[in-house]
């Protein structure tokens, strides 16, 4: 099975760019951050006329997750339980055995700010949600824009990001309690290099051709699905087209059969 995540950065700008991207590389499933727009407009014929279901959680100019499938999305839900709906960070589903839980982790701005509070509690609720629905032994993928990068070799200046929301010792706190309770980064089970990033800001120079990057895009696979994967790799070539998305896919395959 062949698992991919993309933060497209407004689904209806990349629509052209995500839905050629499925019909080239035909993932089972494709989970989606920063849809950008709410239920209601979700284009939803474009993926009909290509044979994939979706299953999707959008509001308004911000945020949205969706889950895109070759085959039946089973028990689909979004937002944690018991809880008032917030914005549109997640949603699972499950996918041929698979649960898929995609989540698009906010950004924290600025680490004195309550924004970056905020991020800290939401990796919480979200260890309390993995807690109370999931055994570690359960095929669990944990997939999206995490807006972390776990390590040093995950940015391209550990030294001067240091301290940035998405490179900060409360939030590798925050991620390493999740890992934790049971996931493996799947990516580095496959590659161990440098340099591999998923996320390249618009407001550098050049920030593609200088590899200034981060990896923020993650597959995370509970230890008995990890053990089953085949392969994990990121796709540049999404960035390097017209009008891209700041993100780029990351791609994982597991020996568990098509959905």
């Not at 299953?55 to 889950?67: E, H, L, M, P, T």
């Not at 970056?116 to 260890?127: A, E, H, I, Q, V």
């Amino acid at each position: 099975m062949k698992i991919a995540s993309f933060n497209v950065n407004s689904l209806r700008v990349r629509l052209g760019i995500v839905v050629q991207w499925l019909k080239e590389h035909q993932p089972d499933v494709l989970a989606v951050q920063e849809t950008k727009v709410q239920d209601a407009d979700f284009p939803g014929d474009a993926f009909d006329k290509i044979g994939y279901k979706y299953a999707f959680r959008g509001q308004k100019s911000y945020n949205g997750v969706a889950i895109f499938s070759k085959g039946e999305i089973k028990d689909a839900r979004d937002g944690f339980d018991n809880e008032p709906k917030d914005e549109a960070r997640l949603i699972s589903g499950r996918v041929g055995g698979i649960t898929v839980v995609n989540t698009y982790i906010p950004q924290g701005y600025l680490a004195e700010s309550q924004k970056f509070d905020y991020k800290l509690n939401w990796f919480g609720r979200l260890l309390s949600f993995f807690e109370e629905n999931f055994q570690p032994s359960d095929p669990v993928v944990w997939i999206g824009d995490l807006n972390v990068a776990p390590s040093a070799i995950d940015v391209y200046d550990p030294a001067g990001l240091l301290g940035h929301v998405c490179y900060h010792p409360e939030v590798h706190k925050a991620l390493d309690k999740i890992m934790e309770w049971g996931f493996v980064d799947v990516f580095r089970v496959h590659c161990k290099e440098a340099g591999q990033y998923t996320f390249w800001d618009y407001r550098a120079r050049n920030p593609l051709k200088r590899n200034l990057g981060w990896r923020l895009d993650h597959i995370m696979a509970t230890r008995g699905l990890a053990e089953k994967s085949t392969a994990c790799y990121i796709d540049r070539e999404p960035r390097v087209v017209e009008r891209p998305s700041d993100h780029t896919p990351i791609v994982a395959e597991f020996d568990v059969g098509k959905c």
